[in-house]
């Protein structure tokens, strides 16, 4: 079969490689459609250490093609997405319902072959259906959703609650719709106006601020919080937007990051400790993924909105180029079989 592997530092390309064979608890799938998010592109720039060789790709969808004898959640040709860590179901971490905490752990795209390939063989009990009235595009994205769900869930009661979200890229646009839809005011904070622009075109943050070309002290006091946030969510991955949500958060406030890094970061603690902050890791999505996919079936979120740009297979080449450059008003980028 076809897959896109990485061979290094900003090379991706389309190789044959074997097809996958599943196990007894196992589910082949034909991939159908793949996001590229931020992972991806780390792995791209070569900041992730990743070996030459794997195929990346974890936010994806497709055709259940055959199923393993002990499988009984799905079944051949349903329409299906799924969850992206393989986890051993053993050690403390499972035990306690924190499987994304698992010392055993296996990523897809990181660990083990991706989904940027014709076919994928996966853990049965990682694999959902969703309905047809979904599309394959769209419920690519079923697993960034997740990422922003899983993360707002630790939030707690947020109606009315004046939140900022640093970072307006597809995270941070899905942390806005599932923000403002549990009732807080979300100000979208980002250095794009144009992905500012379209957060607050589609209602989703109620402020934005561009910190390029505005005071973000000044807008603050604007949009009435002085104060600061209630809670702050940083999806970048930077040291600078990092400083920013614990500054922008108001005294015992919470901090939630999700943003990859590619480096060690510095931190000013004595914020944290003079401010009495609350910070959080939010790390991937366990649990989250039936509920999103019902979000997007009733349409409470919108991901058709999110993808501008998409790619045949073929192109995933050039897709991964054009989509590492953040150029021409680029969301999301989606690559097709």
């Not at 109606?159 to 307006?168: H, I, R, S, T």
Request: charged share 25%; net charge positive.
């Amino acid at each position: 079969m076809k897959a896109l592997v990485y061979q290094g530092k900003e090379k991706i390309v389309v190789k044959q490689v074997p097809k996958p064979t599943i196990g007894t608890h196992d589910v082949l799938m034909q991939i159908k459609s793949v996001g590229i998010c931020g992972t991806d592109l780390h792995i791209y720039r070569g900041g992730m250490n990743i070996p030459r060789g794997t195929i990346p790709g974890h936010e994806f969808s497709g055709i259940v093609t055959e199923v393993g004898k002990h499988v009984h959640n799905v079944k051949k040709d349903d329409h299906v997405v799924a969850e992206h860590v393989v986890t051993c179901g053993k050690c403390s971490f499972c035990k306690l319902g924190k499987s994304t905490l698992c010392t055993n752990r296996k990523v897809i795209g990181l660990d083990k072959p991706g989904a940027l390939a014709e076919f994928l063989s996966i853990p049965a009990d990682l694999v959902f259906s969703f309905p047809k009235s979904i599309s394959f595009d769209e419920a690519a994205l079923i697993e960034p959703l997740s990422i922003a769900l899983y993360a707002v869930r630790e939030a707690g009661f947020l109606l009315n609650k004046k939140v900022a979200v640093v970072g307006q890229g597809p995270i941070g646009l899905l942390l806005d719709q599932v923000l403002s839809a549990a009732g807080a005011l979300v100000t979208g904070i980002d250095i794009r106006q144009n992905t500012l622009t379209f957060a607050k075109k589609m209602g989703w943050a109620h402020h934005t601020i561009n910190t390029k070309t505005q005071n973000l002290a000044k807008r603050m006091r604007e949009t009435k919080a002085t104060d600061g946030y209630n809670r702050v969510f940083e999806a970048v991955g930077n040291e600078a937007t990092a400083a920013m949500s614990f500054d922008i958060a108001r005294r015992d406030g919470d901090v939630f990051l999700l943003g990859i890094f590619d480096s060690p970061a510095k931190i000013d603690l004595m914020k944290i400790i003079k401010k009495e902050l609350n910070v959080f890791g939010s790390w991937t999505c366990a649990y989250s993924f039936p509920e999103s996919i019902e979000l997007v079936w009733r349409k409470n979120v919108d991901l058709k909105s999110l993808i501008t740009h998409t790619y045949p297979f073929e192109d995933g080449p050039r897709a991964f180029a054009e989509a590492n450059s953040y150029s021409d008003k680029r969301i999301k980028t989606i690559i097709k079989f």
